[in-house]
C-alpha cells in the first residue's frame, strides 16, 4: 500500500479540491498499484523554508512495498515533480522527495538526490537496508 505524505507552505486555498485524487490517479500510474490501496495525506500550509526563503516548497515522504527501485525511482520523481509545478506552482528545485521502500519485516531506505532537465537525467541513490 503506498503512503504519500505531502508537507507544503502552500496555504491549503491554493491546492486544488481534488488534488488528492489528481495525486492518487499519478502514483497509481507511475507505481502500477491499485487506486483503492493508495493513501495520501495532506499538510498544507506549514512553516517550511528552504534556502532561508519562504517561497513555495513541496517535501514529499513516499513509502511504498516495490515498485521503488532506484530506476523507478528517476520516473516517480519526474512525474511527481512536474505535477507539483503545474499543480501547486512549485519550482522545480523546490520539490524533495524522501522515497522508502518497505519489504518483508524489514525497511529498505532509498536516499535519493535526482535532478533533471530537458537535456538530461541524473540519478544518486544509496539503499541501506535497517532491521526491524
Known amino acids: 500500500m503506498p503512503m ?9 486555498k491554493d491546492i486544488p479540491a481534488n488534488f488528492e485524487e ?3 490517479d499519478l502514483i497509481a500510474e507511475s507505481m502500477n498499484k491499485p487506486r483503492n490501496r493508495i493513501a ?16 513555495p516548497v513541496v517535501i514529499m515522504k513516499v ?5 521503488l527501485s532506484p530506476d523507478d525511482n ?4 519526474q512525474k511527481i515533480t512536474k ?4 499543480i501547486l506552482k512549485v519550482a522545480q528545485d523546490k520539490v524533495f522527495l524522501n522515497i ?3 519489504y518483508d519485516g524489514s525497511t529498505f ?9 530537458m537535456e538530461e537525467t541524473s540519478l544518486k541513490a544509496k539503499r541501506q537496508t535497517i532491521s526491524s
Open 109 to 117: 531506505v532509498c536516499f535519493v538526490d535526482v535532478s533533471f532537465s
Open 40 to 55: 495520501i495525506e495532506i499538510m498544507a500550509g506549514q512553516r517550511i523554508t528552504h534556502g532561508a526563503s519562504r517561497n
Open 74 to 77: 528517476i520516473r516517480h520523481t
Open 4 to 12: 504519500i505524505r505531502v508537507s507544503t507552505n502552500v496555504p491549503d
Open 83 to 86: 505535477f507539483c509545478q503545474e
Open 100 to 102: 522508502c521502500d518497505l
Open 63 to 67: 513509502e511504498s512495498i516495490g515498485a
Open 22 to 24: 489528481r495525486l492518487t
